[in-house]
């Protein structure tokens, strides 16, 4: 199509009714800002499209075409559904708060022109991710140079010092990002205790005994940081203290580790390092996470490292035995820190054999089999520890853990009075007496339904899934709008309670600042202070700070698998497998509305999504 067929002002009008409805479902504040910016974006998109050279910049028309189409399709019905998603009080809010508003004949148009315009928007950025350059299938990236190729361009000389060179820069980097947390440790000593952290020492120090709702693992490390600071004489307090420098250090070289990995494969200039350096070392959002007594961090950098080891498999680089060491301790680290790391795993095991199955001997020098191979044996070892071998001690996870969105399901159905059979009904009784649903079931969180004096966990051990399928049958709406309010922070894009949400480490009430919990504190000897003494630190180096929503980011991360497919760099989505894993997870069966902590790994890789986004046109020295 020439440009000239299609005058661009002819668009202005389809222009304005996307930007129209797009502004008005996306209800970003303020409204009439987001119109204008999105009118301007959809224009420049329509212009770029008409070219004359569209047939040159897009390698794979009809199925960019097609997946584009696919991808706005679902993304304005996500809209649409978030456009009536209804939060007040997130936590703590009944039914008359948090709800479902009723779809109106509005909706029909919305959808027909948010439709339009995000397929529109993707397909121009889709043209502006292939650059106007050829792709052959199944190259990893055609904008990049093998890591074999890359050792044969640089003189020998510069080949044997160039790994000390890295070395050395990842040291600096992960030193100074380091350094610029240690205030917070200072300020919020020793590190941001929360009531799952408490659970955790408690299981470690004995006073209870060890379930694997905290994963055991992290338990016993715990157990043995707690043991270290006893032994130096500084009681638990010191041992917490242990726990947080040693995550500072790992999510320290983690960080450094990926940001040099984006500047050297996009072939950024080196000070693109230290501004990214300075993003993950100066930003709140993210030394927070360094104290903060969870397994998330530890997690989300395990699964943030993994996915560069995934990348890896496509260029070369997965050759040597510290290679796949690494790879193996990073598979172990995610199965092991968190309970939903071995769906993780089995998603990405199942990825890969399934790409194995289809492409076979077309993969080299990619080597999936051995990673499929690794990942197998890592999630049998998995299996049978946290099974067998857990129960034989005694380790159980309590069922409401697992069951928690699936139960909310049904406490949604007996506290709005939906339909259930006698035997069902008699079920749900013997879990909670039905009169109370209505004032305990919270639509957008579990938490106080299964912490209530009154609620019983036995019944969840037995014909679970048969009361839920017969529930289901009953009231699949009612089951759709409780998925809805549960998980909602994970796919939608457009609810305002989620997208201004910032009380990443606030909302977990650290016990560090409550009196009410200091006997408790100090019955474990453990004794917070601010070291800085003033309360003025507490302002410079603030508790809560704003990130980019976990929603959001996954849409973007599915944008850019259509961009790797349709530049013909399929073996790239290896590289997204962990973070699809961890979506599919959370979007399934997470049991509250939104907290950042458990997407916490797709807000890490940015950086790197970005650079799979736009990959370079050349690749300059990296040093």
């Keep these: 199509m020439n440009k000239k067929s299609v005058p661009v002002y002819l668009c202005i009008p389809f222009a304005f009714l996307c930007a129209f409805f797009g502004a008005m479902y996306l209800r970003f504040a303020p409204e009439a800002l987001t119109r204008a910016v999105l009118f301007v974006l959809l224009l420049l998109s329509c212009r770029s499209l008409l070219s004359e050279q569209k047939e040159k910049v897009l390698p794979h028309p009809r199925r960019a075409l097609v997946l584009t189409g696919v991808y706005a399709l679902l993304l304005s019905a996500c809209m649409v559904l978030g456009y009536h998603i209804h939060i007040e009080s997130a936590y703590s809010g009944l039914m008359d708060k948090n709800y479902i508003t009723p779809y109106t004949a509005k909706d029909i148009p919305a959808f027909i022109f948010c439709f339009a315009g995000i397929w529109v928007l993707a397909l121009a950025l889709v043209r502006r991710s292939a650059g106007g350059r050829p792709f052959r299938a199944g190259a990893g990236s055609a904008a990049h140079i ?17 790994p000390a060179r890295r070395a050395r820069s990842l040291l600096i980097s992960a030193a100074l990002m380091f350094a610029a947390w240690v205030p917070y440790l200072l300020i919020y000593w020793p590190g941001f205790l929360f009531a799952d952290t408490l659970t955790s020492l408690q299981q470690a120090l004995g006073m209870n005994v060890l379930d694997n709702h905290h994963p055991v693992l992290y338990t016993l490390f715990l157990r043995f940081c707690l043991f270290l600071g006893r032994s130096l004489g500084g009681g638990n307090t010191l041992g917490c203290v242990i726990y947080c420098i040693l995550q500072m250090i790992f999510l320290a070289f983690a960080f450094s580790l990926m940001i040099a990995k984006v500047q050297e494969r996009a072939g950024l200039k080196p000070v693109w390092r230290i501004i990214l350096g300075c993003v993950f070392a100066l930003t709140p959002y993210i030394a927070t996470y360094s104290i903060a007594i969870w397994k998330d961090p530890v997690f989300s950098a395990s699964l943030m490292l993994l996915s560069i080891k995934f990348l890896e498999l496509t260029d070369g680089s997965a050759k040597d035995a510290r290679w796949w060491a690494g790879a193996a301790a990073l598979v172990f680290l995610t199965i092991f820190s968190r309970n939903n790391g071995i769906y993780i795993i089995l998603f990405a095991d199942a990825a890969m054999l399934l790409v194995l199955l289809l492409a076979g001997k077309r993969l080299k020098p990619a080597r999936p089999g051995m990673m499929v191979l690794l990942l197998s044996g890592m999630l049998a070892a998995g299996a049978i520890v946290t099974g067998p071998v857990y129960r034989s001690f005694g380790i159980e996870s309590p069922k409401i853990e697992s069951y928690g969105i699936f139960f909310n399901q049904m406490a949604r159905v007996a506290a709005g009075g939906g339909e259930m059979s006698d035997e069902d009904r008699a079920y749900m009784d013997s879990v909670l007496e039905l009169d109370l649903y209505p004032e305990t079931y919270r639509p957008c969180c579990i938490d106080q339904l299964k912490w209530n004096q009154n609620f019983h966990s036995a019944p969840l051990e037995q014909d679970f899934f048969r009361h839920w399928f017969s529930m289901l049958g009953k009231n699949p709406r009612i089951f759709f709008e409780a998925w809805e309010l549960s998980s909602c922070g994970f796919w939608t894009v457009n609810v305002p309670a989620v997208n ?54 996954a849409w973007a991360v599915l944008l850019l698998a259509v961009c790797l497919l349709v530049r013909g760099e399929a073996l790239s989505l290896f590289a997204l497998a962990p973070s699809a894993g961890l979506m599919i997870t959370l979007i399934i069966a997470s049991p509250i509305w939104y907290w950042p902590r458990y997407g916490a790994a797709v807000q890490f890789l940015i950086p790197f999504y970005l650079m799979l986004m736009f990959p370079a046109r050349g690749r300059r020295a990296a040093s």
């Design 500 to 553: 201004q949400y910032a009380r990443n480490i606030g909302g977990g009430s650290p016990r560090n600042f409550s009196e009410d919990f200091k006997p408790l504190l100090d019955s474990m000897d453990l004794h917070p202070a601010n070291l800085l003494g003033s309360p003025v630190w507490k302002e410079l180096f603030p508790l809560n700070d704003w990130g980019v929503p976990v929603g959001i980011i």
């Design 146 to 162: 093998t890591a074999a190729q890359e050792t044969e361009k640089v003189p020998q000389a510069e080949t044997k010092t160039a």
